[in-house]
C-alpha cells in the first residue's frame, strides 16, 4: 500500500496542506521539464524523447489508475491528496513543446485553468464515481491545453 501512496501522491506532493492539486502540478511538471532538459544534454534526439514521453505518459496514466484503485478502499473518492492525475494532465498539457520554461510556465498555467474551471465535457467527467474518472477528467484538461498550446505555436502567437 505504501508504493501506491506514493505514486497517487505524486512523491508526497498530495500531502501539501495549500493547493495540492497544484503542487502536483508543480512536481510533474518539474520532473517532465528535468526529464527532457536531461535526455537534450545528453544528445538524445527529438524523436526519441517524443516517444518516451509518450510511453512515460501512458505507463503512469495506467500505473495511476491502478494506484487509485487500491487507494479507495482507505480514501474517499477523488480525495484531495491524489495527484497522480494531475502529473499525467500536465506531462500531456506539455508534450511535444519545444524545452523552453516559458512554454513549461504556460502549460502548467493553462493546466490548471481547465482542471479548476472544467469546460466542456471535464466537468461531466469529474461527476463520474469510477477510477478512471479521477484521472481522465485531468487528460482531457492536458489534452485541451496541449491543443491551446500547439496551436498557439502553429500560428506563431507565442
Do not use: C
Request: glycine fraction near 8%; hydrophobic fraction near 60%.
Amino acid at each position: 500500500m505504501k508504493w501506491h501512496k506514493v505514486i497517487a501522491t505524486a512523491l508526497g506532493a498530495g500531502y501539501s496542506p495549500f493547493a495540492p492539486g497544484t503542487a502536483g502540478s508543480l512536481v510533474g511538471m518539474g520532473l517532465l521539464f528535468f526529464t527532457n532538459w536531461l535526455l537534450i544534454d545528453m544528445g538524445v534526439e527529438q524523436p526519441f524523447i517524443l516517444f518516451l514521453n509518450f510511453v512515460l505518459i501512458i505507463g503512469l496514466l495506467f500505473l495511476g489508475v491502478n494506484s487509485i484503485k487500491k487507494l479507495q478502499t482507505i480514501w474517499e473518492h477523488d480525495a484531495s491528496k491524489i495527484v497522480i492525475d494531475e502529473v499525467v494532465g500536465v506531462w500531456i498539457a506539455a508534450f511535444a513543446l519545444p524545452l523552453r520554461w516559458e512554454y513549461y510556465l504556460a502549460a502548467l498555467l493553462l493546466f490548471r485553468f481547465f482542471d479548476i474551471v472544467k469546460p466542456l465535457f471535464i466537468k461531466s467527467i469529474d461527476a463520474m464515481k469510477g477510477n478512471w474518472s479521477i484521472m481522465l477528467d485531468d487528460v482531457l484538461a492536458g489534452v485541451y491545453t496541449s491543443i491551446v498550446l500547439q496551436g498557439i505555436l502553429f500560428f506563431k502567437l507565442f
